[in-house]
């Protein structure tokens, strides 16, 4: 690297789906982008089941076609099991226009994907590169970078957007981080060989299973189309302390008392590392500042139970790609109307949907024999990640979903 400081219109960092996503569409405008990745991709994210909403961002940003191209697993829904009940919810069924499928993706591809396509549409990307420091200097940010091989160098730009995810890097070099108010709680997964061979299987919905005993333990199943899965299970931290063993036990434990999981997962041959992730629910002060916004995962992470974390993630990036560009071309944005307020519209729907969970309410509402069409069309949109769709009366005033789930009980 030579002495002089680069310059560019903005720096991202981060090359996940945020990333990616919001890098393009603001190469698209004619800005000078430049992506720093502290990883070299591929490597291992969790976050594999897709919601429909994200097919809009893939197709702004032009990556629709390369995702398109590869074998994904199709999937058209999400089904649920608590017991002996089971019920799904058909994303093509939907009150909301727009995709009513989308894709269950092995993430080391589709983060590669979509980081090769913004490269091919002229995105400057650097791997092996993290951000370690963030200053204002001349009303624009300077960042600190240190490379893999341990160099160190400077940056300028006039604008900054943290896609870090759980690397939080401005949440905490600009002390904006603030506890969840959501319970932390902790995730065990893996890949599997899964051998199902269930002729009722549904391969094109993610299966989220109850625990027969607890209800605020819950397994995720969702299939790849090459005959493996990502099986996870959630469980409130102390429970997880209780039962013995190494990650892979615990979590062969918990699958052999989920019921018919176990059962539709009795040949699966475990042969992968198993991760443990925990208190991964966070939030920030504040979404935005001087020449800086936060995206994804860096923002606001909720809970996995929706899958909706990819899609946020991109939803942010198009929101923040549009106030960006204002800026860059002079126009000062107002980003608390024209960026976090409207994010927080889909996160304060999915949170509402998300609290009604553990606390019953919504699995009352799933489980539901009672619910009319018209009120399964607008679950499936939500649960499709139409959570902004504000025509939606459950995105309008999701506090809604109480009395749904009062009526629900009453069955
Ligand atoms: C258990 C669990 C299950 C989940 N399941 C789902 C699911 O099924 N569907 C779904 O949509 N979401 C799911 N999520 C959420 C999903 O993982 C995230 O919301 C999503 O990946 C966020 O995307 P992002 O672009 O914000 O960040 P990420 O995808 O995390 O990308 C951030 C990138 O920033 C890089 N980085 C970090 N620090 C630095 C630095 N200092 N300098 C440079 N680069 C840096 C990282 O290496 C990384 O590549 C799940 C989350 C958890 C915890």
């Known amino acids: 690297m030579s002495d002089q400081i680069e310059q560019f219109d903005v720096v991202v960092i981060g090359a996940g789906p945020a990333g990616a996503v919001s890098s393009s569409l603001l190469n698209k405008k004619g800005h000078r982008i430049l992506v720093l990745e502290k990883q070299h991709f591929p490597r291992f994210s969790i976050g594999e089941s ?31 099991s608590r017991g002996e009940e089971y019920e799904y ?32 549409q002229g995105v400057v990307l650097r791997y092996g590169h993290s951000v370690i420091a963030c200053d204002s200097v001349n009303g624009e940010r300077q ?12 940056v300028q730009a ?11 890097v401005l949440p905490k070099l600009l002390n904006l981080e ?13 890949h599997i060989q899964d051998n199902i061979d269930e002729p009722d299987y549904d391969r094109n919905k993610i299966l989220i299973t109850v625990h027969p005993q607890h209800h605020e333990v819950w397994y995720w199943l969702i299939p790849f189309s090459n005959g493996r899965a990502s099986l996870g299970v959630v469980a409130p931290t102390e429970l997880l302390s209780k039962i013995q063993g190494s990650p892979l036990e615990q979590l062969q434990t918990l699958v052999s008392q989920g019921g018919k999981l176990a059962h539709i997962l009795a040949k699966a041959k475990y042969d992968s590392q198993v991760r443990a992730l925990g208190s991964y629910s966070c939030d920030v002060t504040r979404l935005y500042g001087e020449n800086y916004a936060l995206l ?35 126009e000062q ?9 409207p994010l927080k519209t889909g996160v304060k729907t999915f949170k509402e949907f998300v609290e009604g969970w553990y606390d019953q309410r919504f699995q009352n509402v799933v489980f539901s024999k009672k619910k009319s069409a018209s009120i399964t069309r607008m679950i499936s949109s939500i649960l499709a990640g139409y959570a902004w769709d504000i ?11 109480s009395t749904l789930a009062e009526l629900c009980q009453n069955d």
């Open 50 to 80: 897709l919601l429909p909403q994200c097919m809009t961002y893939l197709e702004q940003a032009g990556m629709l076609e390369a995702v398109q191209a590869s074998t994904f697993q199709h999937k058209n829904g999400a089904a649920f």
């Open 89 to 120: 919810f058909d994303f093509r069924e939907k009150f909301s226009a727009g995709w009513g499928t989308t894709f269950q993706v092995q993430r080391d591809s589709f983060d590669k994907i979509l980081a090769d396509e913004a490269q091919k």
């Open 143 to 154: 960042l600190s970078v240190q490379t893999d091989t341990g160099e160190r160098y400077q």
């Open 158 to 168: 006039k604008f900054v957007l943290d896609a870090s995810g759980f690397g939080r």
């Open 178 to 190: 603030q506890a969840s108010s959501l319970t932390p709680r902790q995730s065990i997964f893996t």
């Open 296 to 330: 994804g995962n860096a923002g606001e992470f909720l809970d996995p139970i929706f899958s909706s974390g990819v899609t946020i993630a991109m939803t942010s990036a198009s929101l923040a790609a549009k106030a960006v560009h204002k800026q860059l071309s002079g």
């Open 333 to 341: 944005p107002d980003w608390e109307r024209e960026y976090s307020e």
């Open 391 to 401: 025509e939606n009366p459950y995105v309008k005033n999701p506090a809604r979903l």
